[in-house]
Each structure stands twice: as C-alpha cells, then as structure tokens.
C-alpha cells in the first residue's frame, strides 16, 4: 500500500482522545475467553491487524468467534480447555508475534494434534527459541527453521508436564506462553523472571478462576495449579496506554497544547512511561481511576511542560516501557541535556530493529542521536527541520515520526504511514481533530 503523508510543522494540539483497546488484554481476551466454559463479553476490543489475526486462528483451531465489527462489543463461545479440533490449514499470525508465541504455548499442550504456525516476512526472522525451549523442557515438541528458532514453526502437541521454568529475560509473551501450556499440566508450573513484565496474562487467567499464585520479590515467581476450568466473563479493554503515549509525549514537548485522555489502562506493569515523564518534569494529572476486570483504569491530562530534563532508561524498568521507547526517543530530542536508553537490546528484534531505525529516521530530522549496542545517546536541544522519513514498516516508528514531524521546522513526508494500523487504526483521524481543535 505505501501510504505517504505529509505534516506541516508547528501548531499545538487540544481535545479529548479515547485511544484504541489495550493490544495486549484484546489478544489475551480472545485466547482466553476461547479456552474457557460458556460466554465471554468482550467490549473495547482493539480492531487492529495484529488483534484480529488472533481471532483468525482461533477460528481455524474450531473456536465461534462471530465477525468482529470496529467499536461493537461481541460475545465469544469458549470451548474449554485442550478442546482445539487440528485445523485442516496453516495458522497465519500475520504480523503478531504475540499471536505465534501465546499459541505456541497452548498448541503445545493439545494432545495428539499437529498444527503449523507461520506469520509475514518480519515475524518469520523473529526468535521463537525463547518460547519453544522452556516449552521442550515441559515434554514440548516444537520444531522450526534455524533450529526452531525461526517461522513457520510446527508443534506437535503432547500432555506437558509441569516444572520450574527461569526466563533469561522479563518477556510477557514468553512467560504468557508458559502459563497457558502449564493449565493442561501434569502438576505445578512455575515461571521466574529476572524482573516482572506485563501481568495482563495473570491478571485474566485469575478472573477466570484459574489457581495462580504470584510469590516472590515484586511478584518474580509466578505458578499456575492445573485442574481449574476456566468460566467465560465479561471483559472492558481498556484504552493502550503504549498508545496514549504518543499523545502524553505530543502534549508534554508541543508548544501551547492540552490532550485529555479517556479511560487510559493503568497496569502497574505498563507505566514506566508516567514513572519517565516524572523524571521529565512533564506536567500530567491523573483522574476518575477505577478498577474493571482486575486492571486500573483512568484518564490522563496532560500540557505543555516549561522545560524537560533529561533521563535515563535502564534495568528493571525497561518491561514496564519496552513500547514506548520510539516515542520516547522522540521526546529526548527536547529535553535539556543528554539522555540515555541502555539494557534495550530487545528493541533489535521488534518488528524492525527499533534501536537502529530511530536513529536513522531521527538524524534525517537533525538530531543528535548515537546508537549504542543495546540503546541510544541523544542530546536535546535540537532544532528540528523537515524531512523525508520511513517508518520502515513499523507501527510505532510511523506514529513517532508523525510526532517529531509536528516539532520540525517545514512540511515532513512520512512513507509507509499506514504501518500505524496494526496497533493504532485511527492515529491520523485522532491526530487531525487534535490539530483542528485550535
């Protein structure tokens, strides 16, 4: 498709926004309500590629999933747990590797079945070893290009047995993976991570009614008790808050601007963001919070702040802030000194390789921005000036750039914009009324 826009430098941005459902809860509700006894509601689901290949295969694994309609809440027969008919086609994840890892872990445990799971040329190069070992070490059978590492992958389900399983890094997808194969083991499956990632995966299979027990320092050990059925519920996905991010940083960097955003997720494990913003100085108020479904949910005011101080990302926050790394290159450009991204080396196997891209797209604006082998180095104070950028197919570099294009002096084209539909379908609707709001 190759959408090209073009944005003209300066003006300010004001209005309410309701950005799309949570990505990460919109998959996990399919998976879960399909494993599930009876109905599940889902309302606020994100109509987006990444969301509905999850719903694609899920149908193709036997699961009455009714045609998804953008903003419509819609209800989901689960067929219970290890029940997936062996699907007569290849399972394409399109895009989501949230998609191919999750299923991994559930396929792997539906006994006697042979399933084959592929996905588009950039989550074919992606790593799937670090789902497909701990899975082996459960009696898994996984097998893929690169020595299972790479897509299309085979699984050739078998009863897994439960064990203790430590993830070499914090990934949600990875410890998700585990936690769905461990609800059909032989006994107790514990996962520990080096530091804690997203919990949207526990926080779901709990409200279900699966025996999960969170244990250790800052809920590090995480074990699942199979046995439970898991009974269908009525789920609101609250907005993304990797989506509000590009308005929170929009409205903190932009001149004269005041963004309101509606029913944003508030997941402890998602705002590391907010936690950087503080660091900032950015100048943001949190209002109406509310729990639903077992995740925190509010609005966010943000404006304009006088002045931003540099910051610096590292360790354990990285899981809390992984998504928000391209945005938040972006705003480092503005800030009064030298910030650093490092332990970031996970970027490199996103969509694009997020580390090297940004740093290519962003010098084209005129920032002073160094890669570094697991972050970058970049020097505030830039003065921006138009440019022909690419999001090089990546979601969250086209909406960065779209950002940064607002701060640069001139009118910016940005190439293959439409890589924003995969998590964020109506960012340039949102950011066209936020402009001619003034």
């Not at 084959?116 to 082996?136: A, F, Q, Y």
Request: aromatic share 4%.
């Amino acid at each position: 498709m190759n959408q090209t826009r073009t944005i003209k430098g300066g003006g300010n941005l004001k209005g309410i926004v309701k950005v799309p459902g949570d990505k990460s809860i919109s998959h996990r509700s399919l998976i879960i309500g399909s494993i599930a006894k009876g109905e599940t509601l889902i309302e606020g689901f994100l109509f987006s590629e990444d969301p509905l290949s999850t719903a694609d295969c899920l149908r193709k694994l036997g699961v009455n999933i009714p045609d998804i309609i953008r903003d419509k809440p819609f209800t989901i027969q689960g067929i219970g747990l290890d029940n997936f008919s062996e699907p007569s086609q290849i399972l394409n994840c399109g895009n989501s590797g949230t998609t191919m890892r999750l299923l991994m872990g559930l396929l792997a445990a539906s006994k006697n079945k042979n399933f084959i799971l592929t996905g588009d040329n950039s989550l074919s190069e992606r790593p799937m070893n670090r789902v497909c070992k701990p899975l082996r070490m459960m009696g898994g059978k996984l097998f893929g290009r690169d020595n299972g590492n790479k897509a299309p992958i085979t699984v050739v389900g078998e009863k897994l047995r439960g064990c203790v399983i430590g993830t070499p890094i914090a990934s949600a997808q990875v410890k998700s993976a585990i936690l769905l194969a461990g609800l059909t083991a032989n006994g107790p499956t514990s996962v520990i991570e080096p530091a804690s990632s997203r919990d949207h995966t526990e926080r779901m299979l709990k409200a279900f009614g699966a025996d999960i027990q969170i244990r250790g320092e800052l809920g590090r050990n995480i074990v699942i008790n199979p046995g439970r059925d898991l009974i269908g519920q009525k789920i609101l996905i609250p907005g993304d808050i990797s989506s509000a991010s590009f308005w929170m940083i929009a409205a903190s960097i932009i001149p004269n601007s005041y963004i309101t955003l509606k029913n944003v997720g508030l997941n402890p494990t998602r705002t590391g963001i907010l936690e950087i913003m503080d660091e900032m100085g950015c100048d943001y108020e949190i209002k109406d919070q509310k729990v639903i479904a077992g995740e925190p949910i509010g609005n966010i005011d943000v404006r304009t702040a006088n002045s931003l101080k540099p910051f610096i990302i590292e360790g354990a926050i990285l899981p809390k802030l992984i998504d928000e790394i391209p945005i938040l290159s972006v705003a480092a450009c503005f800030c009064d000194g030298t910030s650093q991204i490092k332990d970031a080396s996970e970027l490199r196997v996103k969509e694009t390789d997020r580390l090297k891209v940004m740093a290519r797209q962003l010098k084209k604006f005129g920032a002073r921005v160094e890669e570094e082998d697991d972050g970058l180095t970049i020097t505030g104070g830039s003065n921006f000036i138009a440019a022909e950028v690419d999001s090089e197919t990546d979601h969250r570099v086209a909406m960065s750039l779209a950002i940064a294009s607002l701060l640069a002096k001139g009118t910016s084209k940005i190439y293959r914009s439409e890589a924003s539909n995969v998590s964020y379908p109506s960012f340039w609707n949102d950011l066209e009324d936020l402009l001619n709001s003034n």
